[in-house]
């Protein structure tokens, strides 16, 4: 038996891709969980074969959950399904151990694919983002966006979606002095001077789900 975990704070995204999942494998089991604490609970609990991953997620990111899934024993493949662009999130995901990037505007049967090529156990990779994964490899920079790291990325997110410091600080277990700094690094990274321009420049780069 296949044993594929659905990590969605959305019920009607994990009911569709439970769909998708139970027609495309036989003899397929499908778990389900609404956030990254959940998921992590699951996978300690009994073994995957595949996590099909959301990164937007109340609590802990799905970044932090491929992260968190680095200490286990039991590693599952991971499929990273998300609206994030995948010129910024894609190959951070896959150095963070995702098997596959795969936006949620994809058509079904590439779902399928991404999904079959995994269990297979091969990376899915996009065109696009091998492509992308070509030109890393000769540029020295890329755009400012992909210069973030995940914390500041992640913190960037959270001011867009009009979170004070306090509030980030607080969901992210962090220190507000912690949090300032992070904000202040990314007004130096992105050349803006209020919060303001940062969540234009987060809403400019589709940061924002």
């Known amino acids: 038996m296949v044993r594929v975990l659905i990590v969605d704070d959305h019920a009607v995204v994990r009911n569709g891709l439970r769909n998708i999942v139970a027609s495309e494998l ?3 089991y499908c778990g389900e969980a609404g956030n ?3 998921a992590l609970t699951l996978v300690r609990q009994q073994p995957w074969d595949l996590l099909i991953l ?3 997620l109340p609590g802990r990111s799905g970044i932090e959950v491929l992260n968190d899934l680095k200490e286990l024993n039991a590693k599952p ?3 990273v399904l998300s609206n994030y662009p995948e010129d910024l999130y894609g190959t951070r995901v896959l150095k963070a151990g995702a098997w596959g990037y795969l936006s ?3 058509a079904a049967e590439e779902l399928s694919r991404a999904i079959r090529q995994i269990l297979a156990g091969k990376r899915y990779i996009t065109s696009s983002l091998a492509d992308q994964l070509a030109r890393d490899l000769w540029e020295q920079e890329g755009p400012t966006s992909r210069t973030l790291s995940d914390r500041e990325l992640e913190v960037l997110q959270m001011i867009a979606s009009g979170r004070t410091v306090g509030e980030i ?3 992210l277990h962090l220190a507000v002095t912690t949090v300032s700094t992070y904000r202040m690094r ?7 001077t209020t919060t303001a321009e940062l969540i234009r420049y987060a809403l400019d780069n589709h940061l924002v789900s």
């Open 169 to 171: 600080a607080e969901q």
């Open 36 to 38: 990254g604490e959940e």
């Open 104 to 106: 949620k505007e994809a």
């Open 186 to 192: 990314l007004l130096e990274k992105t050349q803006k």
């Open 26 to 28: 036989d003899d397929v």
């Open 77 to 79: 493949r991971v499929l």
């Open 54 to 56: 959301d990164l937007s």
